[in-house]
C-alpha cells in the first residue's frame, strides 16, 4: 500500500520532479505561476488517508499570463498529457469524473494519454470564477460581503510553488477583510449573538430542553465564529469548522467550555458555561482596543432570571467606530453572506453570490 503524503506535499513535489522539467524542456523560458489553492482539503491541510477516494491526488493550478494563455494553454496540455509518467510517488495522476463541474479522482492507466489534473488558467480568470472578483482589481465593498469566506481561506492558504505573474500578490491582498468591513462583519456577529441569547434559558425555562440544546448549539456556533473575526482568521466551511477552531489561540480555554454547554444536562447548567463562554469572548474583544472597553461580565437580561452578554452593546460600538462612509450607508446587523446564507447550492453558485449584492445597496 502507497504510504500517505499530505496533498500539499505531495502537490509541491509534483510540480518540482514531473511539471516543471517538462515546462522547461518543452516551454523554456515562460513566464508562470504555480500553486495547490482552491478547493480541497488538501489546501487547508485537512486531509486524511480517506481524502484519496475523491478530489485528491497529483495536482495543481498552472497559471499563465493573460496575453499568452490561448497560444500556451493547448501546447502545454497536450504535453502533460503525452509525458506525465502514469504514476507519481505511488499515486495516478489520470484523473476521472463524471462531468466538468463534478468531484474527481484518481483512476489507474498504463497506456495513452494523461488526463490530468493540472488546471490550466490566468489569474483573473481563476479569481473572477472561484471568487466572483480578481484582487489585481480594486475590491469593492460588496466584493468582500458576498464572497464565501471558506474560498477566501482557500485562496490565501494552499502553498505557492513558482511565482513569476504576482499570485503571492494577489494573495497577500486577500490575507484579510479591510479594516471597516472586518468591524462591519464582527457588529453583525455581536448581533446575532444578542438576538437570540436570552432564548437558551427561556425555552429550559418552560420546559423546552431540547429546544434549549438546539438554541445553545447555535450559540456556541455563533461564539466560535466570533472567535475566528476576533484573531483575524477566515473560517473553513462546515465540515473543517471545528478543526479550523482548534486551530485557533483561544481554543485551549473556549474548547472545553463549548463542550460543557453542549454536554450540559438542562438550561441552568448551560447557562453557566455559556457565560464563561461570553465573558472570555467579551475580554478578547476588548484586548483588540477597537472600541472603548465595555463591561465582560454577563447579566440578567431585563427582569428575567437569564444571564446575557448583551452582545448589541458591542454591536452598536463597533458601528460607531466604522470610518469608510460607504461601509457606515450599508444596512447594519445583516454581515457577510456567511452569516445570514445556509445554502449550499447557493453558496457553490458564484453568479448567484454575486446577486447578493443588492441586499447592500440602499432602496435594495
Not at 42 to 66: A, E, K, M, N
Request: aromatic share 12%.
Amino acid at each position: 500500500m502507497t504510504e500517505f503524503i499530505p496533498g500539499l506535499k505531495l502537490s509541491e513535489l509534483y510540480y518540482h520532479e514531473a511539471i516543471r522539467p517538462l515546462l522547461d524542456s518543452h516551454f523554456p523560458g515562460l513566464a508562470h505561476s504555480a500553486a495547490l489553492i482552491g478547493s480541497g482539503s488538501d489546501v487547508i491541510s485537512c486531509d486524511t488517508p480517506f481524502s484519496i477516494d475523491h478530489g485528491w491526488g497529483p495536482r495543481l493550478v498552472l497559471f499563465l499570463p493573460g496575453d499568452q494563455f490561448d497560444r500556451w494553454c493547448k501546447p502545454i496540455d497536450e504535453t502533460l498529457r503525452s509525458h506525465l509518467p502514469y504514476t507519481f510517488h505511488g499515486y495516478s495522476t489520470n484523473f476521472d469524473r463524471e462531468s466538468p463541474e463534478s468531484v474527481f479522482w484518481m483512476v489507474e492507466i498504463n497506456s495513452g494519454p494523461v488526463n490530468h489534473q493540472v488546471e490550466i488558467t490566468t489569474l483573473g480568470k481563476y479569481f473572477n470564477n472561484y471568487l466572483g472578483f480578481d484582487p489585481s482589481q480594486e475590491i469593492s465593498v460588496p466584493d468582500w460581503l458576498v464572497c464565501l469566506e471558506h474560498r477566501l481561506l482557500t485562496v490565501t492558504s494552499g502553498k505557492v510553488f513558482h511565482d513569476d505573474l504576482g499570485l503571492q500578490t494577489s494573495r497577500e491582498k486577500l490575507a484579510y477583510y479591510p479594516r471597516d468591513v472586518w468591524l462591519y462583519i464582527m457588529a453583525a456577529a455581536w448581533m446575532k449573538i444578542s438576538q437570540e441569547e436570552p432564548f437558551m434559558g427561556r425555552t429550559g425555562d418552560v420546559g423546552d430542553e431540547n429546544g434549549s440544546r438546539i438554541l445553545a448549539a447555535r450559540l456556541v456556533q455563533y461564539l466560535m465564529r466570533l472567535s475566528f473575526l476576533i484573531e483575524r482568521r477566515y473560517a473553513p466551511y462546515s465540515k473543517w469548522f471545528g478543526s479550523g477552531f482548534m486551530r485557533l489561540e483561544c481554543s485551549r480555554n473556549l474548547a472545553p467550555i463549548f463542550n460543557q454547554v453542549l454536554a450540559a444536562p438542562d438550561w441552568h447548567e448551560r447557562q453557566r458555561h455559556l457565560s464563561q463562554a461570553y465573558e472570555i469572548l467579551a475580554e478578547m474583544h476588548n484586548a483588540l482596543h477597537l472600541i472603548p472597553a465595555l463591561d465582560e461580565r454577563v447579566s440578567s437580561f431585563h427582569e428575567r432570571p437569564y444571564l446575557v452578554i448583551h452582545g448589541e452593546r458591542f454591536s452598536e460600538a463597533l458601528l460607531k467606530a466604522v470610518q469608510s462612509e460607504e461601509v457606515r450607508r450599508l444596512p447594519p446587523n445583516i454581515g457577510s453572506i456567511n452569516q445570514f446564507l445556509d445554502s449550499t447550492d447557493v453558496a457553490d453558485d458564484i453568479e448567484l453570490c454575486q446577486r447578493l449584492k443588492s441586499l447592500y445597496f440602499s432602496g435594495a
